[in-house]
C-alpha cells in the first residue's frame, strides 16, 4: 500500500460519511443502541458475579466444641482441621467472645445477656473458610469426623440453593451477553448493507475497472471503524453517566455491593468502544463481500 | 492474436444455454461488430471476456493468457487491460466529468500527476473540452456518452469492449460515437463491439460477426457486405 492511497482511502471514507450524512447517522444510533444495551447486560453481569462472589465468600463452617476438652486438645483439633485439603483458613472462637458477639449483635446496651441467662450457654467454636466455598459441604462431612467436635454448621441447604442460584445467575448472564453481540453484529451488518447497497453501482464499477478487493474495502472498513467508534463513545458517555448517578443514589439506600472500582470500569467501558469499533469492521466485512464478488 | 474462444458453451443455473461452442479469434487491432437479436449470447460473450462470466466449457485467452483459469487476484490485472463502455453509460451521478474518468485511474493506483496529465488527454479526445467539471446529469445523452469513452480509455486498455453503445442515442449522436470509435481503433486500440444497429454496421465496412441461439451464423471478413 502505498502512502499515497492511505490518504485517497481516508478522504472517500469521510466523503461518503458527509455525503450518505443520514444512513451515516443510522448506523452510528444503531451501533450506539446496541453498544449501550451490551453495556448495560456487562455492567450487570460484573455486579451479580461480584454479588455471587460476596454471597459465597459468606459461607463458613462453624465447627462447636465439646465444653470438656482441654486447652491442648482444643489445639489437636486446629491442627486436623488445618490438615484438611481445601481448608483456608481456621479461626477459633471462644464461648466469651462468642457471647460478646451475639451481645453486640442482638442484646445492645439495653440487655444484658450474661445476666438475663445466669450463665454463658455458648460452646468453644472454630470458625472454618474454605479455598473454595464450593467445597464447604465436603469439608464439612470431614470436620464432623474429628473427635471433640459436636455439631457442624454451615448453613446445610440453604448453601447447596445458593450455589445452584450462583451457578445459574452466571451461566444466564453469559448467554445472554453472547446472544446480545449477535444481535448487534446482525443489526449493525443490515445497517451497513444499506449503506453499501446504495454505493453498489460504485463498487460495480471499480471491479470492472480492474481495482483490487482490499483498495475497495479500505474506505468501507475506515468508514466502519469510525461509525462503530463514535457509536460505541456516545453509549459509553450515557452509560457512564447513568451507572455514575445510580452509584452515587445507590449508595445511600442499599447494602448491595455495587463494583466501583475506576480500574474494572474503565476495562469496561474501553471493552465495549473496542467492541463497537470491531462490529463496525465485522458488519462491513459481512455487507461488502457479496457486492465484491462480480 | 489478442483473443480466442475455443469451443466455448454457456449453461446457466437456470437451464438457459447462452452459448453453444463458439471458436473465435480476433487479432490485435481489428474492429469486430457482433450482431445479432436478443437473447443470442451477445453480452455473455462480452462479459466472459472481462470474467464477468466463466464459460461452462471451453478456453477463452486474452494475450495468450487463459482466463478460465486465472485465480481470483489475477483477475484485477486483466480487467486493467480492457475498457469497458455500456450502453447506460455507468456514471457516478455525484461526480464531475473529470472525476468520473479520474476514478478510473485512481481505483488501479496511478499517481495523482499521472492521473492529471492522462485525464486531460482523453477529455480533448472525445472531445469534451470545457465540460470538465460538469455533472453527468448536466450532459446531453452523446456527451455523457464520451464521458463513458474516454474513462475506458483512460487506463490505455489493449481491448476496448462496447455493449451496445449507441443503444440509448438517437442516430446522429450514433453516428458521431461511432465515428469516435473507428478513431480510437485507427490508433491501434481492438474495439469489439455488440449492437443490434444494422444502419451503423452496415455502412461501416468492419468484421461481422452473426449470432443466434447461442451459435455463430455468419462471420463476415472487412469490406465485404454482411447481411
Redesign the interface.
Known amino acids: 500500500m ?1 502512502p ?2 492511505i490518504i ?1 482511502f481516508l478522504r472517500e471514507a469521510f466523503k461518503s460519511l458527509s ?1 450518505n450524512r443520514l444512513l451515516s447517522i443510522a448506523t452510528i444510533s444503531t451501533v450506539a443502541i446496541s453498544i449501550l444495551i451490551l453495556g448495560f447486560a456487562v455492567l450487570l453481569t460484573i455486579n451479580a458475579g461480584a454479588l455471587m462472589n460476596y454471597l459465597e465468600s459468606d459461607v463458613e463452617i462453624v465447627a462447636f466444641l465439646d465444653n470438656d476438652l482441654t486447652k491442648s486438645q482444643i489445639t489437636d483439633i486446629k491442627q486436623d482441621l488445618t490438615a484438611i485439603t481445601g481448608v483456608k483458613s481456621v479461626n477459633f472462637v471462644s464461648r466469651e467472645r462468642a457471647l460478646a458477639k451475639l451481645q453486640e449483635k442482638y442484646g445492645g446496651n439495653e440487655y444484658n445477656l450474661k445476666e438475663t441467662l445466669g450463665k454463658n450457654p455458648l460452646p468453644n467454636s472454630y470458625e472454618i473458610k474454605a479455598e473454595d466455598p464450593h467445597n464447604v459441604p465436603q469439608i464439612a462431612v470431614q470436620v464432623k469426623k474429628i473427635d471433640g467436635i459436636y455439631k457442624v454448621n454451615y448453613g446445610q441447604g440453604v448453601v447447596e440453593r445458593l450455589f445452584k442460584v450462583t451457578r445459574w445467575v452466571r451461566v444466564v448472564s453469559m448467554v445472554f451477553i453472547v446472544l446480545l453481540v449477535f444481535a448487534a453484529v446482525f443489526l449493525i451488518a443490515t445497517t451497513i448493507r444499506l449503506a453499501i447497497f446504495a454505493r453498489r ?2 463498487i ?9 478487493d482490499w ?2 474495502r479500505w474506505p468501507f472498513f475506515i468508514e466502519g471503524i469510525f461509525m462503530g467508534a463514535a457509536g460505541g463513545l456516545i453509549a459509553i458517555l450515557i452509560l457512564a453517566a447513568g451507572y455514575g448517578s445510580l452509584i452515587s443514589h445507590m449508595d445511600a439506600l442499599f447494602f448491595l455491593p455495587l463494583v466501583t472500582n475506576p480500574g474494572i470500569l474503565s476495562n469496561v467501558y474501553i471493552s465495549l468502544l473496542v467492541c463497537g469499533a470491531v462490529l463496525g469492521v465485522l458488519g462491513t466485512w459481512i455487507s461488502l463481500n457479496k457486492f465484491l464478488d ?1 | 492474436m489478442l483473443v480466442q474462444f475455443y469451443n466455448v458453451s454457456k449453461i446457466y443455473p437456470n437451464g438457459v444455454k447462452a452459448l453453444d461452442d463458439i471458436s473465435l479469434k480476433i487479432d490485435r487491432g481489428e474492429f469486430l461488430f457482433l450482431m445479432g437479436p436478443s437473447g443470442a449470447g451477445k453480452s455473455t460473450l462480452v462479459k466472459m471476456l ?1 470474467r ?1 462470466e466463466l464459460p461452462t466449457r471451453g478456453q477463452i485467452f486474452l494475450a495468450s493468457r487463459s482466463i478460465v483459469r486465472m485465480k481470483r ?1 489475477e ?8 475498457g ?1 463502455v455500456f450502453q447506460d453509460f ?1 456514471l ?1 451521478e ?1 461526480k464531475t466529468v473529470y472525476e468520473n474518468i479520474a ?2 485511474m ?4 496511478a ?2 500527476k499521472e492521473i492529471k496529465e492522462r485525464v486531460t488527454e482523453v477529455i480533448n479526445m472525445v472531445g469534451l473540452k470545457g465540460k470538465e467539471k460538469s455533472f453527468p446529469g448536466e450532459l446531453s445523452g452523446g456527451e455523457q456518452q464520451r464521458v463513458g469513452i474516454a ?1 475506458a480509455l483512460a ?1 490505455r486498455p489493449l481491448l476496448l469492449i462496447a455493449d451496445e453503445p449507441t443503444g440509448n442515442l438517437d442516430i446522429d449522436t450514433s453516428n458521431e460515437i461511432m465515428e469516435l470509435l473507428f478513431n480510437i481503433n485507427r490508433t491501434g486500440t481492438t474495439v469489439i463491439m455488440a449492437t443490434h444497429a444494422r444502419e451503423l454496421v452496415k455502412s461501416a465496412g468492419k468484421r461481422v460477426l452473426m449470432l443466434e441461439q447461442g451459435k455463430i451464423v455468419a462471420d463476415t471478413p472487412p469490406g465485404e457486405i454482411a447481411l
Not at chain 1, 460495480?204 to 483490487?212: E, N, P, Q, V
Not at chain 2, 483477475?75 to 480492457?82: F, G, K, Q, S, T
Not at chain 2, 485512481?106 to 493506483?109: A, R
Open positions: 502505498r499515497g492511497s485517497y455525503r453501482k460504485e460495480y464499477l471499480m471491479k470492472l475497472i480492474g481495482s483490487t483498495f475497495i462480480v | 472481462f464477468e487476484g483477475v484485477p490485472r486483466l480487467r486493467r487491460n480492457i469497458i455507468k457516478l455525484n476514478f478510473a485512481e481505483v488501479v493506483n499517481s495523482s474513462r487506463n
